[in-house]
């Protein structure tokens, strides 16, 4: 293993993606993947990339991951530049990716296990034990034999975990670990991450992933990147404490009727800070960032001036998801403007 | 409810065999060796399919036996079924051959859009410390073994039923295994260019090596001689050592029992085996520039993974 501190290290990283069909014939369209994100991860933490679709995570891990050249700037693993250094960067890597069907499906959960194994260059005594050690670990040492094709969602990315880690590597990166699992797989594929990084602390981790919680309960330090541009980078304690001299409320209202004016909007009440509304098919959700509990009359004044009652109100501490709308100014689950249609509310 | 398969018993595992040989410390020492040898396992789990062993026996026996059956017969209504005539065993043993020609041609490429399309796991390769070139040619390898079983039965089918004259007297046995070696170096430089190519393609990738090894079919040799071409298309078919590998298989199996045309007259088994060597020495080193090239190109589009969903 390198002597560096840093296990992962980016500089100025930009990423324009040529796309066919540009307006005019010949003239090529670009899209900014990534904007100049510059990165530093320490070895041994457990570093968390927060953003939502098509911010650029996905890119920044194929970049450190081998797969694909960035177009300006450096980018470092374990000290190694991965565009020159491309096969000693990948001794030392591993990526599992989240919702993965893929797989050889007509070899058994070992023999898969097996061959990946021995790309990497392991012994079979040294195979045989961690296979054993992490077939158990993760509850699928008795699906051993199966086939890949007659794995379950859940199990397979079970199986990608072992492949990910059982090369020991000095960094892991898990692109959307957890997408498309079940709540117990889940939780299961989160132990996993905490015990391995508990055992292995000179090991490094890089998770990308759109689920707040995730970030929060895994992550040491964490970046919010949103459009190709790393937005912040600090722990998530810190983060959420940026966010102490504001009061956040949620609120259940019923369905909000649109504004008679630009100016009639829940933003103009003053003493609100931020909101974001999202809509159900029987009522709307408020996410209300207040500069102080006062606030709070003149805004369920506002509402109900709109034909919308009150359906239930709770006062929240500070979470990432918060923090992500007062830098990105739209919740994760959104794609542009403030409510995912453009329309002010 | 999901069908699981059986489960195979403990010490069954089919990998017994390239386990003893990635253990030899030689192999372990070496990503290439290692890569190359995992390539040729996974291939062989991939098209040989035990899993139905009915499909296998179709695939590997039936089908070639079943395509030269269609040349005898057009080849027997033409002639009034001369198939004594040395031009038959020409014919006859070209067309069984050229079933490797189709299978190294193709058998890389057609890896290359497997791993990506079909099993979705390029990511997961190529983010490992495999040899890329040597883990194709494994791939490829495991082609070539089906097409070689194919070839051997389609050619003792030939010997038993249409009395093609290979005996043990006419093989040049020296010269057999020189062809071979050279024959298969050669070819599976081409097609790993073939195969690197095929990274920068998209949906069509799969068609590379069939389009390639068809197009070839007609300017090898495989089913007539070079000299019933336009000498334009005669030169065509010299610049590639699929023509000149066919030539020397059936000089070693044939031997004297070979009709010889204008064209190879001038030349002897040591010339023809030397253009071999230097083409395959030739394409190797062009094989190497491409892959680095065609990777690198594939880094820099971002479609080593690339998942079309054709």
């Known amino acids: 293993m390198s002597s560096t501190p840093l296990a992962i290290e980016t500089h100025d990283v930009r990423r324009i993606y ?17 904007d100049g994100v510059s990165l530093e991860v320490p070895r041994g933490e457990l570093f968390g990339l927060l953003g939502p679709n098509g911010a650029g995570k996905t890119t920044l891990i194929k970049i450190l991951a081998t797969l694909l050249l960035p177009s300006s700037g450096t980018a470092k693993v374990d000290g190694l530049d991965v565009t020159t250094q491309t096969q000693e960067v990948r001794r030392r890597i591993s990526m599992v990716s989240g919702g993965e069907t893929s797989g050889f499906g007509l070899l058994t959960v070992e023999e898969n296990l097996w061959m990946f194994a021995r790309f990497y260059g392991l012994d079979n005594k040294t195979i045989k034990s961690r296979l054993a050690e992490m077939m158990q670990m993760v509850g699928i040492y008795d699906r051993r034999s199966t086939k890949i094709s007659d794995l379950s969602t859940g199990l397979r990315q079970k199986m990608n975990f072992i492949r990910g880690f059982i090369s020991d590597p000095s960094v892991v990166f898990l692109d959307e670990p957890t997408l498309g699992l079940d709540v117990t797989a889940a939780r299961d594929v989160r132990g996993f991450v905490k015990d391995w990084m508990a055992q292995n602390p000179d090991r490094t981790l890089l998770l990308t992933t759109h689920y707040m919680a995730e970030a929060d309960e895994l992550c040491d330090r964490l970046a919010i990147i949103d459009r190709g541009k790393t937005l912040i980078c600090d722990t998530p304690e810190n983060l959420k404490r940026r966010l102490q001299s504001e009061t956040i409320f949620h609120l259940k209202i019923q369905p909000l009727r649109k504004p008679t004016s630009p100016e009639n909007v829940v933003e103009a009440v003053p003493g609100v800070r931020s909101v974001t509304i999202a809509d159900q098919t029987d009522f709307s959700e408020l996410r209300l960032s207040l500069q102080g509990e006062e606030a ?5 004044s506002h509402l109900s001036g ?16 918060d923090v992500f709308i007062q830098l990105v100014g739209r919740r994760l689950d959104e794609d542009t403007n403030l409510n995912g249609t453009g329309e002010e509310r | 409810m999901t069908t699981l398969s059986p489960v195979r018993p403990e010490g069954e595992r089919p990998m017994g065999f390239a386990d003893r040989l990635l253990s030899l410390p030689f192999v372990q020492r070496s990503d290439a060796l290692r890569s190359f040898i995992l390539g040729a396992w996974l291939g062989w789990q991939i098209e040989s ?9 179709v695939y590997s026996f039936a089908r070639p036996i079943a395509s030269v059956m269609i040349l005898v017969v057009m080849y027997s209504v033409i002639t009034d079924g001369a198939t004594q005539q040395p031009i038959f065993a020409y014919i006859y043993l070209g067309n069984a051959l050229y079933i490797i020609v189709g299978g190294v041609l193709g058998g890389i490429s057609w890896a290359v859009i497997d791993d990506r399309e079909h099993y979705r796991t390029a990511k997961q390769l190529y983010t490992s410390p495999l040899v890329g070139y040597a883990y194709l040619c494994g791939r490829g390898a495991a082609r070539l073994l089906i097409g070689a079983i194919s070839t051997i039965i389609v050619t003792v089918f030939g010997v038993l039923l249409f009395g093609i004259p290979i005996t043990i007297g006419s093989i040049d046995l020296p010269f057999l295994i020189a062809s071979i070696m050279l024959g298969l170096t050669s070819l599976s430089g081409l097609g790993l260019i073939i195969g690197a190519i095929s990274f920068q393609l998209g949906r069509n990738a799969w068609q590379a090596g069939e389009l390639i090894s068809g ?5 090898t040799g495989a089913l007539f001689p070079l000299d019933i071409l336009p000498p334009v298309l005669r030169e065509i078919g010299l610049i590639f050592p699929a023509t000149y590998w066919l030539e020397a298989m059936r000089r070693a199996l044939l031997g004297t029992n070979m009709i010889g045309f204008p064209t190879f007259a001038a030349l002897d088994n040591t010339a023809i085996a030397f253009i071999l060597l230097i083409m395959s020495v030739g394409l190797w080193v062009s094989a190497a520039f491409v892959y680095r090239w065609s990777m690198r190109q594939a880094r820099e589009k971002g479609v080593i993974d690339l998942e079309t969903n054709y």
């Open chain 1, 18 to 34: 040529k796309i066919r069909g540009g307006k005019r014939k010949g003239e090529a369209k670009t899209l900014i993947a990534l």
């Open chain 1, 296 to 300: 709070l009359p003149a805004v369920l």
């Open chain 1, 306 to 321: 709109r034909g919308s009652g009150l359906l239930s109100l709770e006062k929240r501490e500070p979470t990432l998801e």
């Open chain 2, 49 to 57: 399919n035990w899993a139905d062993p009915l499909l296998f026996a």
């Open chain 2, 215 to 219: 197009a070839l079919y007609l300017f």
